[in-house]
């Protein structure tokens, strides 16, 4: 399977997912940075290129904000880096925040005399 192939797996995944328009644009603009930046990695092993290419996915992820989707994302590019012996951009599964919970107001009594 050729870094193509792969990339064009991850767009396909981003185009059938049910993300907003505008986010899924947002999401292919970056994602179609990357064919040429790998290229020019694989051409020149130039650090720079794996630092744009990072630069873009973080970018999407950043768009994307869906922790689901994110953690598959990173599986598919941690996979695609392993099989085609890429220098890992070590990308992390998103952290779920939990909602902060308020503490409850106390009332103080008031004694009248």
């Known amino acids: 399977m050729s870094q193509m192939t792969d990339l064009l797996a991850i767009r396909k ?12 644009t947002t999401a292919l603009w970056h994602l179609d940075k990357l064919p040429d930046l790998y290229q020019k990695l694989e051409t020149t092993c130039e650090s720079r ?52 919970r308020t503490r409850p107001v106390k009332v103080s009594a008031t004694v009248v005399s």
Do not use: N, Y
């Not at 995944?13 to 899924?24: F, H, I, N, R, T």
């Not at 794996?50 to 990173?74: N, W, Y």
């Not at 880096?81 to 909602?99: D, F, N, S, Y």
């Open 13 to 24: 995944g981003v185009k059938m997912s049910d993300l907003p328009a505008d986010v899924q």
């Open 49 to 100: 290129f794996l630092d744009e290419i990072l630069r873009h996915v973080q970018g999407m992820f950043k768009t994307i904000i869906v922790p689901s989707s994110i953690a598959a994302m990173t599986t598919e590019f941690r996979t695609m880096h392993e099989r085609h012996g890429i220098p890992t951009l070590g990308l992390k599964p998103p952290v779920v925040v939990a909602a902060k």
